[in-house]
């Protein structure tokens, strides 16, 4: 099964640049697991997740599409690395405990890949998926990184995007929902942090390709001028959005 491969090009940016997903997360999910023994991370990217899981559960299957991304998956003991499609697992029936789709499900057909799920999950097992918005930092700077988004790369963006700006909300989700908790990330970055994530953006790789230049250079001294030299590092925040459902039957 083909897929839409916005990532494998930039793998190593996207695992160096890529912000981590908050600790408290995977601590929720596992608390609202029926057991702990088997989770599925499904197209895991740079595997950030499928580490975080591991943490709470005994095994975690982690898989992507893309052989790039799953060559620079960071290892641990209890994380074994697969590469394949999200609608294709390979996983037994019935083995899972909870399934986990980290700002990926946009990329996915929809109706296969709940499929592939609900065979994967126990019954009463769960899956979680969430994506992250914008940045914030300070209202200069968040001007800034708005205009890059809409104005400069904005074209550029394939159409899914819009379905991440909209938290997912309007996707079908054929489980038994619950609300979950909200969170956010949040981290401590410098400007060269910033401006190589900017970099990893699908948007950015495709304007360079269509123009053969790096669309980040064209804010990158207004950036400079908004972080303050003064300031080596700043806060930055994404807010998550979260939807968990349970398989029950």
């Known amino acids: 099964m083909s897929f839409k491969d916005h990532f494998s090009k930039q793998a190593a940016n996207y695992a160096a640049f890529r912000p981590r997903y908050p600790q408290d997360l995977f601590g929720y999910l596992a608390e609202l697991c029926p057991a702990r023994n088997l989770a599925w991370d499904c197209a895991t990217g740079n595997g950030q997740a499928a580490i ?41 029936a019935a083995t899972c405990d909870l399934v986990t789709v980290a700002q990926a499900l946009h990329w996915f057909d929809l109706k296969a890949f709940y499929a592939e799920t609900q065979r994967v999950l126990k019954q009463g097992g769960l899956l979680a998926v969430w994506n992250y918005q914008l940045l914030r930092v300070t209202p200069e700077i968040d001007s800034v990184v708005n205009h890059f988004y809409h104005e400069v790369v904005g074209p550029f963006w394939p ?4 379905l991440i700006e909209r938290g997912y909300s309007d996707l079908p989700f054929p489980f038994e929902e619950r609300e979950g908790r909200s969170f956010q990330m949040v981290a401590q970055w410098s400007l060269e942090a910033l401006l190589g994530y900017l970099r990893t953006w699908s948007a950015s790789q495709r304007y360079e390709e269509a123009h053969d230049s ?36």
């Open 214 to 249: 790096d669309p980040v250079a064209l804010i990158e001294l207004k950036l400079r001028t908004a972080w303050n030299k003064g300031r080596d590092t700043r806060t930055i925040s994404w807010p998550l959005d979260l939807r968990i459902g349970r398989h029950a039957s």
């Open 159 to 162: 159409p899914e995007r819009k």
């Open 52 to 92: 975080a899981l591991a943490e709470h559960l005994d095994r975690v299957i982690a898989t992507d599409a893309s052989p790039e991304q799953i060559a620079r998956a960071e290892s641990h003991p209890r994380v074994t690395h697969r590469t394949a499609a999200a609608e294709q697992s390979g996983l037994p």
